[in-house]
């Protein structure tokens, strides 16, 4: 029988299957199951597979690239905005190329249904020049993960693999193949094309521009990009990843009416596009997340008016596509429908029954009636909710790390009272070298870490955090008379309120470490994390 | 073959354990499933929403098109109605009575039910109700399922047995409890949905 599996599950259970050694990764969504998958796998267990989450996006692609070194096959996995924060070692193995390989996993959002924006991964790929698969499918993204781990062998570059939402949490019955063996360890021939000195870099990025016709030709002659012409010379479309699936489901089984090129590899396969393009009188280009592959053709072409998509208009230039956009673009009958009914009022999500945040809130909002507003950053978590009503107490989400970082430059030009919110988990993530910034100067700021021992906007995976914050604090110079504990409970409202207005009047950096569970934590991990600070201690 | 489901509740009320139910069973019966679920943000107290295909041939997209879904079995009166549009001419609706009330602005019940009934084909389900009476509230969720499995193009041996397959982790208590709520269900929508039964 098939197993059935999200999408993420069916790239991950394909990657055991393709003789992967490590899997680093920073939870986020929609990209966490991919990792937990591996985290939870027996076989995953037997192999000795590294699974263990990383301190952030940058550190696990980091250490991807060391497995890569010595030969192994490694992953690193994490949503769009992750790699932002991995970009720096992202485009330089690009540069140095791979030993074993490598394959970056980014899952995409488009419609921002967790995130802050809907950049589209494949950009990134584009700018490093290395090769791109998306899957459209549950089954394809199970598939390709051992033609991911061969072609990065084959090319000596990491791979890039786009996901996105939609086919990250979806779940279908997966076929799994044959099991590869891990590779033995085999450290690289020359190493100096990992050692990017000026002059090395300058032969390795020779290296890298000149790789550009291969990586054409494996998308040419590819499985993932396939070419069927219609006798019919109307329309032709290019539907990459996910949109092949909205385009089927459109067309069903009347396949003689179009021309059709599936892309699921890039760079993309120009003499494909161009046999397309010859072929017929209108090309819609349907692609989840930018319109890349349109601007490209406008490029290829400069012929404006056959060109159709996202920038057209044909398309809409923001959000992910449903089966309905696409049906629309075609111009093909849809089913009237009924309206919501008026009644029905918005349901945004929110902060859990006795949720911590929430006290804490309520204790930064007393002191905020006397200090006046507007004076609150915030960062990426579950007390981003804080920004929404009730609680209107964050005023800023931009980043991981950057409530800190705001709140001291806030201070730089004379805000009094700045005050960051920050959870455990993203303090450690990107936190810690801005609190080091602002001890440096002093700044006058109040940073408050709200610890729940978790990264609980994601399901509550394990904090790098638990019981190392007092320590890391001190360490990185916070003065120890203003580095305070509290425990956001309402019965330990009015002094906690003491504590936070007693150190907003200190004209220096001052942490206050907001203690307390997520609510979510089941009793084993709560026990896990009791023996981790055990032993810490 | 093709059968639309869409599930809907708020974040935390087990839409998921219904999905994982149908999922199992359709599996069972050899036919082809997809099922999309919402993660991240939306599940902390928010609406969400599963969509359900099953079918006898391939399936393509994973979210049901606008007015192509043969059934919204909602664990939530209001979440009901806010899939309105995905409903087929002559779709079900299966719903909880019981609301769901974590807004400030949550609409008048009396005015959610008459658009509920508004509908031809509708059933409206005490399952929070019939639950607890069998012994615990969070199985309303199969109570619910029972109610719509007429509509439902899978066999109520195959369900049965997902059900037992996917609390065979739990004590036998549980494994009783939801399949007596299944049950129950059934019982309640009979003569309801006999018209969709008989098709």
Same mark, same amino acid.
């Given at each position: 029988? #098939?197993?059935?599996?999200?999408?993420?599950?069916?790239?991950?259970?394909?990657?055991?299957?393709?003789?992967?050694?490590?899997?680093?990764?920073?939870?986020?969504?929609?990209?966490?199951?991919?990792?937990?998958?591996?985290?939870?796998?027996?076989?995953?267990?037997?192999?000795?597979?590294?699974?263990?989450?990383?301190?952030?996006?940058?550190?696990?692609?980091?250490?991807?690239?060391?497995?890569?070194?010595?030969?192994? *096959?490694?992953?690193?996995?994490?949503?769009?905005?992750?790699?932002?924060?991995?970009?720096?070692?992202?485009?330089?193995?690009?540069?140095?190329?791979?030993?074993?390989?490598?394959?970056?996993?980014?899952?995409?959002?488009?419609?921002?249904?967790?995130?802050?924006?809907?950049?589209?991964?494949?950009?990134?790929?584009?700018?490093?020049?290395?090769?791109?698969?998306?899957?459209?499918?549950?089954?394809?993204?199970?598939?390709?993960?051992?033609?991911?781990?061969?072609?990065?062998?084959?090319?000596?570059?990491?791979?890039?693999?786009?996901?996105?939402?939609?086919?990250?949490?979806?779940?279908?019955?997966? #076929?799994?193949?044959?099991?590869?063996?891990?590779?033995?360890?085999?450290?690289? *021939?020359?190493?100096?094309?990992?050692?990017?000195?000026?002059? !090395?870099?300058?032969?390795?990025?020779?290296?890298?521009?000149?790789?550009?016709?291969?990586?054409?030709? @494996?998308?040419?002659?590819?499985?993932?990009?396939?070419?069927?012409?219609?006798?019919? *010379?109307?329309?032709?479309? %290019?539907? @990459?990843?996910?949109?092949?699936?909205? &385009?089927?489901?459109?067309?069903?089984?009347?396949?003689?009416?179009?021309?059709?090129?599936?892309?699921?590899?890039?760079?993309?396969?120009?003499?494909?596009?161009?046999?397309?393009?010859?072929?017929?009188?209108?090309?819609?280009?349907?692609?989840?997340?930018?319109?890349?592959?349109?601007?490209?053709?406008?490029?290829?072409?400069?012929?404006?008016?056959?060109?159709?998509?996202?920038?057209? $208009?044909?398309?809409? *230039?923001?959000?992910?596509?449903?089966?309905?956009?696409?049906?629309?673009?075609?111009? &093909?009958?849809?089913?009237?429908?009924?309206?919501?009914?008026?009644?029905?009022?918005?349901?945004?999500?929110?902060? @859990?029954?006795?949720?911590?945040?929430?006290?804490?809130?309520?204790?930064?909002?007393?002191?905020?009636?006397?200090?006046?507003?507007?004076?609150?950053? $915030?960062?990426?978590?579950?007390?981003?909710?804080?920004?929404?009503?009730?609680?209107?107490?964050?005023?800023? &989400?931009?980043?991981?790390?950057?409530?800190?970082?705001?709140?001291?430059?806030?201070?730089?030009?004379?805000?009094?009272?700045?005050?960051?919110?920050?959870?455990?988990?993203?303090?450690?993530?990107?936190?810690?070298? $801005?609190?080091?910034?602002?001890?440096?100067?002093?700044?006058?700021?109040?940073?408050?870490?709200?610890?729940?021992?978790?990264?609980?906007?994601?399901?509550?995976?394990?904090?790098?955090?638990?019981?190392?914050?007092? #320590?890391? @604090?001190?360490?990185?110079?916070?003065?120890?008379?203003?580095?305070?504990? %509290?425990?956001?409970?309402?019965?330990?409202?009015?002094? !906690?309120?003491?504590?936070?207005?007693?150190?907003?009047?200190?004209?220096?950096?001052?942490?206050?470490?907001?203690?307390?569970?997520?609510?979510?934590?089941?009793?084993?991990?709560?026990?896990?994390?009791?023996?981790?600070?055990?032993?810490?201690? | 073959?093709?059968?639309?489901?869409?599930?809907?509740?708020?974040?935390?009320?087990?839409?998921?354990?219904?999905?994982?139910?149908?999922?199992?069973?359709?599996?069972?019966?050899?036919?082809?499933?997809?099922?999309?679920?919402?993660?991240?943000?939306?599940?902390?107290?928010?609406?969400?929403?599963?969509?359900?295909?099953?079918?006898?041939?391939?399936?393509?997209?994973?979210?049901?098109?606008?007015?192509?879904?043969?059934?919204?079995?909602?664990?939530?009166?209001?979440?009901?109605?806010?899939?309105?549009?995905?409903?087929?001419?002559?779709?079900?609706?299966?719903?909880?009575?019981?609301?769901?009330?974590?807004?400030?602005?949550?609409?008048?019940?009396?005015?959610?039910?008459?658009?509920?009934?508004?509908?031809?084909?509708?059933?409206?389900?005490?399952?929070?109700?019939?639950?607890?009476?069998?012994?615990?509230?969070?199985?309303?969720?199969?109570?619910?399922?029972?109610?719509?499995?007429?509509?439902?193009?899978?066999?109520?041996?195959?369900?049965?047995?997902?059900?037992?397959?996917?609390?065979?982790?739990?004590?036998?208590?549980?494994?009783?409890?939801?399949?007596?709520?299944?049950?129950?269900?059934?019982?309640?929508?009979?003569?309801?949905?006999?018209?969709?039964?008989?098709?």
């Amino acid at each position: 029988m #098939k197993s059935l599996l999200l999408g993420n599950e069916a790239l991950a259970q394909g990657s055991i299957d393709a003789g992967l050694s490590g899997v680093y990764a920073y939870p986020g969504t929609p990209s966490t199951e991919i990792t937990e998958y591996i985290q939870k796998s027996k076989l995953a267990q037997e192999l000795k597979i590294h699974t263990t989450w990383s301190v952030n996006e940058k550190t696990a692609m980091e250490a991807a690239l060391g497995m890569s070194y010595v030969g192994k *096959r490694s992953m690193v996995v994490m949503k769009h905005v992750g790699l932002n924060v991995a970009s720096d070692v992202f485009m330089n193995m690009a540069v140095s190329g791979i030993n074993g390989g490598l394959v970056v996993v980014v899952a995409d959002d488009p419609s921002m249904h967790s995130s802050q924006n809907e950049q589209d991964s494949r950009f990134y790929g584009k700018f490093a020049m290395i090769p791109i698969l998306e899957p459209s499918s549950q089954q394809e993204a199970y598939d390709v993960m051992s033609y991911a781990f061969d072609l990065s062998e084959d090319v000596k570059l990491p791979v890039l693999l786009r996901m996105v939402t939609r086919l990250s949490h979806s779940r279908a019955g997966i #076929k799994v193949k044959q099991r590869r063996d891990q590779n033995e360890i085999d450290l690289p *021939r020359d190493t100096s094309r990992f050692a990017l000195l000026p002059s !090395n870099a300058r032969k390795q990025f020779d290296l890298l521009v000149s790789k550009k016709d291969t990586l054409v030709h @494996c998308s040419e002659t590819s499985n993932l990009n396939s070419l069927r012409l219609s006798e019919n *010379r109307n329309t032709g479309i %290019i539907a @990459c990843g996910l949109a092949y699936n909205y &385009l089927m489901e459109n067309i069903g089984e009347d396949l003689s009416f179009y021309s059709i090129l599936k892309i699921s590899q890039y760079p993309l396969p120009k003499e494909k596009i161009q046999a397309l393009y010859r072929h017929c009188d209108k090309i819609i280009v349907m692609e989840e997340g930018y319109p890349i592959v349109e601007e490209l053709l406008h490029n290829y072409f400069d012929e404006n008016d056959k060109i159709k998509g996202r920038l057209s $208009g044909d398309l809409p *230039r923001t959000g992910e596509l449903n089966p309905n956009i696409v049906g629309r673009a075609l111009g &093909l009958f849809q089913n009237s429908t009924e309206p919501v009914p008026s009644v029905v009022t918005p349901r945004p999500p929110q902060l @859990c029954d006795g949720c911590g945040h929430t006290d804490l809130f309520n204790t930064i909002n007393e002191v905020i009636r006397e200090i006046g507003d507007k004076n609150v950053f $915030g960062d990426i978590g579950c007390y981003a909710l804080g920004a929404l009503p009730p609680m209107n107490t964050v005023n800023t &989400l931009i980043d991981m790390g950057a409530s800190i970082t705001m709140a001291k430059g806030a201070a730089d030009a004379g805000m009094d009272n700045a005050i960051a919110v920050i959870g455990d988990s993203t303090f450690t993530h990107s936190g810690m070298t $801005g609190l080091l910034d602002a001890v440096y100067e002093n700044s006058p700021i109040t940073v408050i870490i709200s610890d729940n021992s978790a990264v609980a906007m994601t399901g509550a995976q394990e904090s790098t955090a638990v019981g190392r914050l007092h #320590k890391i @604090c001190l360490g990185l110079g916070v003065h120890p008379d203003h580095l305070k504990t %509290i425990v956001p409970l309402k019965k330990n409202h009015d002094e !906690n309120v003491e504590v936070l207005r007693n150190e907003l009047k200190y004209k220096g950096v001052s942490v206050i470490i907001s203690e307390r569970p997520c609510v979510r934590l089941s009793r084993d991990q709560k026990e896990v994390i009791k023996a981790k600070i055990a032993a810490l201690n | 073959m093709k059968t639309n489901i869409i599930l809907s509740g708020v974040g935390g009320q087990g839409i998921l354990t219904i999905a994982a139910v149908l999922d199992t069973a359709a599996l069972s019966e050899d036919l082809f499933i997809k099922q999309s679920e919402v993660h991240g943000m939306s599940q902390r107290g928010g609406a969400v929403q599963s969509h359900v295909r099953i079918s006898d041939k391939e399936i393509f997209s994973d979210l049901i098109p606008e007015g192509q879904a043969d059934l919204i079995l909602s664990v939530e009166p209001m979440e009901l109605l806010r899939y309105m549009p995905f409903l087929k001419k002559d779709g079900w609706l299966v719903t909880d009575s019981e609301s769901f009330i974590n807004t400030s602005n949550y609409p008048d019940k009396k005015e959610l039910f008459n658009q509920i009934k508004k509908h031809p084909n509708h059933v409206i389900v005490d399952a929070t109700e019939i639950a607890k009476k069998i012994g615990n509230s969070k199985a309303a969720n199969m109570v619910l399922l029972g109610a719509a499995s007429a509509i439902i193009p899978l066999s109520e041996d195959s369900l049965v047995k997902a059900i037992k397959e996917l609390f065979q982790h739990k004590s036998e208590r549980i494994i009783k409890l939801n399949l007596e709520a299944f049950a129950e269900g059934k019982k309640v929508a009979e003569g309801i949905t006999d018209l969709a039964a008989s098709k």
